[in-house]
Each structure stands twice: as structure tokens, then as C-alpha cells.
């Protein structure tokens, strides 16, 4: 069932601190990109765990959080683009597939209003 609810009902997001993953995942993908170039592999020990989790899991949680702090890194542009992360079995790895490159921006139509016209044919 659905309530409509007036946006200042809605809590805020992003208050919180990150959780231990999140700030490792962090730490990570800092150190990653500073330290690797293009074609470069690595891979990544020395995770957290969490209890009642099994390493498969937590490879999955952490390989989740990287990638998720590779998107939030950059506002102009998607870092997971540059970076593959993956596992095999519990061992967890990330890869540099490009060096990073600026988009240049979008042009714009300086002249919104200034568009041709289309006519439709009469029948």
C-alpha cells in the first residue's frame, strides 16, 4: 500500500558515518587509483568481517561497497567505467581497464528557443 507523504517527512540521507566496509571500501579505492596505472592488477586482503557472515559474502559485500564509492567519488563522472572489480571464489580483485580521461561537456544550445520548426504534411 502506498501513503503519499510531503517531502519534509522524509528523512535525510548521508547524516550517518559510513559503516566499516564503507570506510575500508574508501580507503581501498583511494589507494587503488593512486597507486595503479593502466592494465594494473591488485588485489585486495585484509577486509572486515562481520559475524555470521562467511568470506564468499563478505567478498561480495565489500566488492558491492567498492563499486559504490567508485560512483559517489566523482560527480562528472562514473569511475566504475575505469576500475573492474571482481572475485574469484573469496578472493576479491580490481583492475585499472583505462586511465581516466575528462569528459569534455555537453554543448548546449546557446539559442533554447531558436529550433526549426516541423510541419506536419496535411492528409
Same mark, same amino acid.
Given at each position: 500500500?502506498?501513503?503519499? /507523504?510531503?517531502?519534509?517527512?522524509?528523512?535525510?540521507?548521508?547524516?550517518?558515518?559510513?559503516?566499516?566496509?564503507?570506510?575500508?571500501?574508501?580507503?581501498? +579505492?583511494?589507494?587503488? *587509483?593512486?597507486?595503479?596505472?593502466?592494465?594494473?592488477?591488485?588485489?585486495? /586482503?585484509?577486509?572486515?568481517?562481520?559475524?555470521?557472515?562467511?568470506?564468499?559474502?563478505?567478498?561480495?559485500? +565489500?566488492?558491492?561497497?567498492?563499486? /559504490?564509492? *567508485?560512483?559517489?567519488?566523482?560527480?562528472?563522472?562514473?569511475?566504475?567505467?575505469? +576500475?573492474?572489480?571482481?572475485?574469484?571464489?573469496?578472493? *576479491?580483485?580490481?583492475?585499472?581497464?583505462?586511465?581516466?580521461?575528462?569528459?569534455?561537456?555537453?554543448?548546449?544550445?546557446?539559442?533554447?528557443?531558436? *529550433?526549426?520548426? +516541423?510541419?506536419?504534411?496535411?492528409?
Amino acid at each position: 500500500m502506498l501513503t503519499k /507523504t510531503d517531502w519534509k517527512n522524509v528523512p535525510p540521507y548521508g547524516k550517518e558515518n559510513r559503516s566499516p566496509i564503507r570506510q575500508f571500501a574508501y580507503k581501498t +579505492v583511494i589507494e587503488f *587509483l593512486e597507486n595503479s596505472e593502466e592494465g594494473d592488477a591488485f588485489e585486495v /586482503t585484509g577486509f572486515p568481517t562481520v559475524e555470521g557472515n562467511d568470506t564468499l559474502r563478505m567478498a561480495d559485500k +565489500v566488492s558491492q561497497a567498492m563499486r /559504490t564509492e *567508485l560512483w559517489y567519488l566523482r560527480k562528472d563522472y562514473d569511475m566504475r567505467r575505469d +576500475v573492474k572489480i571482481f572475485r574469484r571464489k573469496e578472493r *576479491l580483485f580490481m583492475e585499472r581497464t583505462n586511465a581516466w580521461k575528462p569528459q569534455e561537456p555537453v554543448k548546449r544550445n546557446p539559442y533554447p528557443g531558436d *529550433l526549426p520548426r +516541423v510541419i506536419k504534411p496535411s492528409m
